[in-house]
């Protein structure tokens, strides 16, 4: 059997982080994830699916995550059932996620702790790994994300051919 689920889509909301009697975070959400075809008037519609996510990686997206945030989840589809405040049975269905991905650059607006570990300079935006002043002194060899080797200025690139992987 295969129970997977992968959606990527914006918060309609901050998550809610909560923490069981025994400890464990739980954080929940709800992602609104555009469809594939646009409606009979031309408007794309969005499917709203409740997702939940446990322990460290529920602390995380709610350290992380906001509303309107690109997020991607990947999880199973869990159904279950409780009593309801009316005596009536309630019934929900929703992603357990395994992995939540950030994926969009924090953004500019003076809250510090947040950030995407996929951004590592350039932008404005600051280094996950604390400082970022001299952000070339020390890394030598390794080259920024924003930074393009390609660009040349139209002089000629000399590589020699042992360094060709064909």
């Not at 914006?10 to 994830?33: H, I, M, N, Q, W």
């Not at 499917?47 to 709610?62: G, T």
């Not at 869990?78 to 996620?97: I, K, L, M, P, W």
């Amino acid at each position: 059997m295969m129970n997977r689920v992968i959606l990527v889509g914006r918060l309609t909301k901050d998550p809610e982080l909560r923490y069981t009697p025994s400890g464990a975070a739980v954080a929940t959400f709800t992602l609104a994830v555009n469809r594939t075809f646009t409606n009979q008037q031309g408007e794309r519609e969005a499917d709203f699916i409740n997702c939940v996510v446990w322990r460290r990686q529920a602390e995380n997206a709610a350290n992380f995550l906001k509303k309107g945030s690109l997020a991607g989840v990947d999880g199973r589809l869990q159904s279950r059932s409780y009593e309801g405040q009316d005596g009536r049975r309630v019934y929900v269905t929703e992603v357990v996620a395994e992995s939540v991905q950030f994926l969009e650059p924090k953004s500019g607006g003076g809250d510090t702790q947040r950030s995407n570990f996929a951004n590592t300079g350039g932008s404005g935006h600051g280094s996950p790994f604390g400082d970022n002043q001299n952000r070339n002194s020390g890394n030598q060899g390794y080259t920024r994300v924003d930074d393009d080797p390609f660009a040349n200025n139209g002089e000629t690139i000399d590589i020699s051919d042992d360094d060709l992987p064909f």
